[in-house]
């Protein structure tokens, strides 16, 4: 028996809230088709649309070591092979680490009867993040794992909370054709902040989740802000700030970066107002001679 399991995109930290908050988009994503097999081995049998540039061996490989992490969780006797189908760019802060490990964990767990529950097999996805960046952050295996927004409100142990969204808010994700290791990313954080920016950044998270819970439009467009993380990481982009004031000339509710970058995104709650709103993202990356995709997708 094989199982076909699709896990989507998504946008981590939505602002202001890095490392404990993400969204899942319709699509793209990456599939996962998987089967027992004899012996207690995980086997990457293939990976397609990624170039050839992600390795076979399955204890290098998020899809790869999530399940193998669940197999030993379970004490399982059996193995697992894996058909990687990755739509997802490398590098490209759309979660396509977590999107290949969350497909593949909750593929092994259909196949094995789901013994365990979607939530509980976020921790196997974690030690996949951690081994592809060196953080177990959750904010991108979570929301591909649950759907919709959700905030990791604690690590140890993970407490996630699903956020429900007002039902005309959508979002433009445009993809520069630059690569950023999230690794990278990281590394070129402050680890310390002040305590003026602490206070905007956590009036703006609880404004943000209020907004969303509310349906409140402009209070999620007044609360997309980051102070601590954009200034730094938007370094890394060409275009930046010239694509974030296109898209908000375009009527987005806010626009930032996407997980690590380089890909950025805009909420909006009107789909034609966010068509626009990504085309102009391309144009102020397009004026830099740098190519980009389009995702539009409700949230
Ligand atoms: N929260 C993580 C980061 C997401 O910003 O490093 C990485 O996709």
Not at 76 to 87: F, V, W
Not at 98 to 119: C, D, M, Q
Not at 128 to 145: F, I, L, Q, S, Y
Request: a negative charge; glycine letters at 10%; charged letters at 20%.
């Amino acid at each position: 028996r094989e199982v076909r399991v699709f896990a989507p995109a998504t946008v981590a930290n939505v602002a202001c809230g890095f490392d404990i908050l993400g969204f899942a988009l319709e699509q793209p994503g990456d599939t996962v088709r998987a089967g027992l097999s004899e012996g207690k081995e995980v086997k990457i049998l293939s990976i397609s649309g990624d170039s050839g540039r992600l390795p076979l061996d399955a204890a290098k490989n998020t899809a790869g070591v999530a399940v193998r992490h669940f197999l030993d969780h379970l004490g399982e006797e059996r193995g697992i092979e894996i058909h990687l189908e990755k739509a997802l760019p490398l590098g490209s802060g759309l979660g396509s680490s977590a999107a290949s490990a969350v497909a593949a964990v909750v593929a092994a767990n259909v196949l094995l009867g789901e013994p365990l529950s979607r939530e509980e097999l976020i921790p196997f996805t974690l030690e996949a993040e951690r081994a592809a960046c060196g953080a177990a952050h959750a904010d991108n295996a979570a929301p591909a794992m649950l759907g919709g927004f959700v905030l990791i409100r604690g690590y140890d142990p993970p407490d996630l909370v699903r956020i429900p969204a007002p039902e005309a808010l959508c979002c433009a994700v445009v993809h520069p054709h630059i690569e950023i290791r999230t690794e990278d990313a990281r590394k070129i954080l402050r680890r310390e902040i002040p305590l003026e920016d602490a206070i905007v950044q956590w009036g703006n998270i609880g404004g943000l989740i209020a907004g969303l819970m509310k349906g409140d439009y402009s209070l999620i467009g007044r609360s997309m802000k980051d102070v601590i993380i954009e200034p730094v990481r938007s370094l890394l982009i060409p275009g930046f700030e010239e694509a974030k004031q296109a898209a908000m000339d375009a009527g987005a509710l806010g626009c930032s970066i996407s997980g690590s970058g380089p890909s950025i995104f805009a909420l909006g709650n009107d789909r034609r107002k966010i068509e626009a709103a990504g085309q102009a993202m391309q144009a102020a990356f397009a004026a830099l001679h740098i190519d980009s995709d389009l995702f539009v997708s409700a949230i």
